[in-house]
């Protein structure tokens, strides 16, 4: 064979390869997931959190290459959601995620039924639509799971004293979580208001005969100060924190010297510490090395329930897709989330005990 038509022959072949490339990726369907997120200052980090893992995951899982390419849409919202799934509705978002709290996810679920529109919540605890044949989904377990182990490990404990620094800005998690534990356990609960001035809190405690446990459900800044307070004030009191009070920063209650404390969650987030096999979290940690969230795990979890409903079927929408999201199993290094036919995980969340020694996870019946 001539060089000149030797050549020619290979110019050829290099462009059908660059034609079928550009054919396949044509044939790649596009899964568009929405993101609502308030930018409504007291949920603003938790929301942020949530964002921007979600555009993470997407932009790593595309770099991957697969059978579909993720698309995010983000659209915010201080009071009404209705403006931000118009908003959806014109990009043809498939699914939306949001609702890091339960306050904003019983928020957005009615325009999300409205717009037939399955929403999936990272981290909303909320029973209103637990045991519902509804457009609702999460990762996260329902609040009665939880309140059920805070119960075991109260009387546990053999508390017969509780204060509950409870914040008001998520009442749909926070009171209701106080109320249904301190009625199940028949155990005096005594709730103060998490927020407030930090020097009329610590004269308050100084004035207070110790508790026999605190029990923080409060903000993560909110809850690290008042870790501080409890720690210098009650140096004797067992400490009880809740999951809202560990969804991002816990890695810096490390920085209050001999702090020990209780946590009912389905893992531990310390456990990025100990490695395992992660190549979404190896990846951000890679890129940014900094520790990660509880609510980057949840959102990873809930991103993954979604990649992989839009794997089975990437044109699904509405009715159909919302039959693809569930029942489900997402299986994270530590953890696994089986979600019903409803679209609620089973099983209970364990009960953990952080000291400066590491965690140990607490085995009760």
């Known amino acids: 064979m001539r060089p000149r038509t030797a050549r020619s022959l290979l110019f050829g072949l290099l462009l ?4 079928l490339t550009g054919v396949l990726l044509l044939r790649t369907p596009t899964f568009t997931v929405g993101v609502l997120y308030s930018d409504y200052p007291p949920f603003l980090a938790t929301e942020v959190d949530m964002l921007s893992t979600a555009q993470a995951y997407v932009d790593w899982y595309n770099d991957r290459g697969g059978p579909v390419r993720l698309r995010l849409v983000a659209a915010p919202f201080s009071l009404d959601p209705e403006a931000a799934f118009e908003e959806f509705r014109r990009h043809r978002a498939a699914v939306v995620l949001g609702g890091s709290l339960s306050e904003l996810a019983e928020s957005a679920l009615p325009h999300a039924a409205r717009h037939r529109i399955p929403f999936v919540s990272p981290t909303a605890q909320t029973e209103s639509f ?8 999460r990762v996260q377990m329902s609040l009665n799971r939880t309140t059920e182990r805070t119960v075991a490990l109260l009387r546990h404990l053999q508390a017969d004293r509780v204060v509950a620094f409870v914040s008001r800005r998520n009442e749909a998690y926070g009171l209701e979580t106080v109320r249904r534990t301190r009625d199940a356990a028949g155990i005096p609960v005594e709730i103060i208001d998490a927020e407030g001035d930090v020097n009329a809190r610590r004269d308050w405690m100084k004035g207070q005969e110790a508790p026999s446990v605190a029990w923080i459900v409060a ?53 990025e510490e100990k490695g395992g096999a992660d190549p979404f979290r190896d990846a951000v940690h890679a890129a940014y090395g900094r520790s990660l969230s509880m609510l980057f795990h949840y959102t990873t979890a809930a991103m993954d329930l979604i990649a992989a409903a839009a794997e089975e079927d990437p044109r699904a929408r509405g009715e159909a897709l919302r039959r693809n999201l569930a029942p489900r199993t997402v299986r994270r290094p530590g953890w696994t989330v089986t979600l019903d036919g409803w679209g609620d995980p089973k099983g209970r969340p364990r009960i953990f005990r952080r000291d400066p020694e590491g965690v140990e996870e607490v085995l009760l019946p």
Do not use: K
């Open 219 to 271: 903000t993560p800044e909110t809850s690290y100060w008042l870790c501080h307070l409890v720690r210098n004030h009650w140096p004797e009191t067992t400490l009880l924190l809740s999951i809202w009070s560990l969804s991002s920063g816990h890695e810096r209650l490390d920085d209050i010297g001999g702090l020990s404390f209780y946590f009912v969650e389905n893992y531990d987030p310390w456990l």
């Open 130 to 137: 637990q045991g519902l044949d509804d457009w609702f989904f």
């Open 16 to 19: 059908a390869g660059a034609a």
